[in-house]
């Protein structure tokens, strides 16, 4: 059983700053890409960033030059660095990761979701 679990959101004031963090487990063969999306209320998900397993990254207009993703790939997490935050910020944010994982005799792909951890961000 894979499992993606976050941490680190939380309430902060506009210009203070927040540090996501999201850890895979289980039986785990192998990561590929891994990603932020987030949801705000009346809103659809949007993608934040994306990392490949390599370290190229990619970020929305909206967080491009605030925000920075990173990847630790011994310890199978990726990061958000969330600075400068506003409120239009405040959403839940979801990790996602392509995961490779060990399944009886074959070997699963897919995708995998965390379960969400709010960020608020007050004016």
């Known amino acids: 059983q894979v499992q993606l679990v976050e941490s680190g959101g939380g309430l902060v004031q506009a210009g203070g700053s927040l540090r996501l963090s999201c850890t895979a487990t289980?039986?785990?063969?192998?990561?590929?890409?891994m990603a932020w999306y987030r949801q705000a209320p009346g809103k659809e998900r949007e993608l934040v960033a994306h990392i490949t397993s390599d370290g190229s990254t990619n970020y929305a207009d909206s967080v491009k030059g605030r925000f920075t993703i990173s990847r630790d790939n011994t310890k199978n997490t990726v990061y958000l660095q969330m600075n400068s935050l506003k409120p239009e910020d405040t959403a839940v944010y979801y990790c996602n990761a392509d995961i490779t994982h060990y399944s009886g005799a074959a070997n699963d792909r897919g995708a995998y979701w965390g379960q969400g951890t709010l960020v608020t961000v007050s004016s």
């Open positions: 289980g039986s785990i063969f192998s990561i590929g890409a």
